[in-house]
């Protein structure tokens, strides 16, 4: 079955430092998309960044970046230049879509920004 | 253009009774999901639709079921409520069937007491 784990239920960062949760998945597939989204107070889910697993390269959106190791089965996020809005919690989560569209979430990781 | 539209954002029902939850998608997406989050947890997936047909379901009851209208417009609705089912309701759409790329709406809060 596939799972995911988030071992890091809370992280703290210095404003304008950089910051790396990590992920951990288990799968048999050999295609798939892995994703951060982003999770603040208002509880909206905001999607950070996408990763699909045919694409060697990690992908990379303005200050948030992923080391998608695939052998290892980790796929870690990267804030840098922490911002004050970056806190939230934070969550990975796999894309099973060979049943029906399905995402499957890690427990989240809460981060705070500290001033 | 609007995001994910879900009503109403908090609900308060009573054990028993039964619940029906809106979500519009992004206009153009025609796959709607919806997904239970327990606090503290992650969300977990309850149903998929796609082109006003399931496509794939969670772990639920059979007290959860939903539909999808012609608009892609979709209801989730809960029967015989219990205190467990208290958790906040996420709906998501995507423009493919896979959900490669899924946006989320704020969310119902529903309470059961």
């Known amino acids: 079955a596939q799972t995911v784990t988030q071992s890091q239920p809370e992280m703290s960062v210095q404003e304008a430092e950089t910051v790396t949760l990590s992920c951990t998945y288990d799968?048999?597939?050999?295609?798939?998309?892995l994703f951060w989204y982003k999770q603040p107070p208002s509880r909206q889910m905001i999607l950070v960044i996408r990763?699909?697993?045919?694409?060697?390269q990690n992908a990379t959106e303005n200050r948030f970046s992923v080391n998608f190791q695939k052998a290892a089965k980790s796929f870690s996020l990267k804030i840098s230049d922490s911002q004050l809005g970056d806190a939230a919690m934070y969550f990975c989560?796999?894309?099973?879509?060979?049943?029906?569209?399905?995402?499957?979430f890690g427990q989240g990781t809460e981060l705070s920004v500290k001033p | 253009d609007a995001g994910v539209t879900q009503s109403p954002t908090h609900l308060i029902k009573t054990r028993g009774q039964h619940v029906t939850l809106r979500c519009s998608p992004i206009?153009?997406?025609?796959?709607v999901s919806w997904y239970q989050q327990v606090l503290g947890q992650g969300p977990q997936f309850i149903f998929q639709?796609?082109?006003?047909?399931?496509?794939g379901r969670g772990n639920f009851p059979d007290r959860f079921s939903a539909r999808q209208f012609p608009n892609y417009s979709s209801e989730l609705n809960v029967n015989a409520l219990l205190l467990g089912d208290s958790a906040l309701y996420l709906c998501?759409?995507?423009?493919?069937?896979?959900?490669?790329?899924?946006?989320f709406g704020q969310g119902t809060r529903l309470t059961v007491v």
């Open positions: 990763q699909e697993a045919y694409k060697q």
């Open positions: 989560a796999y894309l099973l879509y060979n049943q029906g569209g399905k995402l499957i």
């Open positions: 639709y796609y082109e006003k047909e399931e496509r």
């Open positions: 799968t048999s597939e050999s295609d798939y998309y």
């Open positions: 998501a759409s995507s423009w493919d069937r896979r959900n490669t790329e899924a946006f």
């Open positions: 206009s153009g997406h025609k796959s």
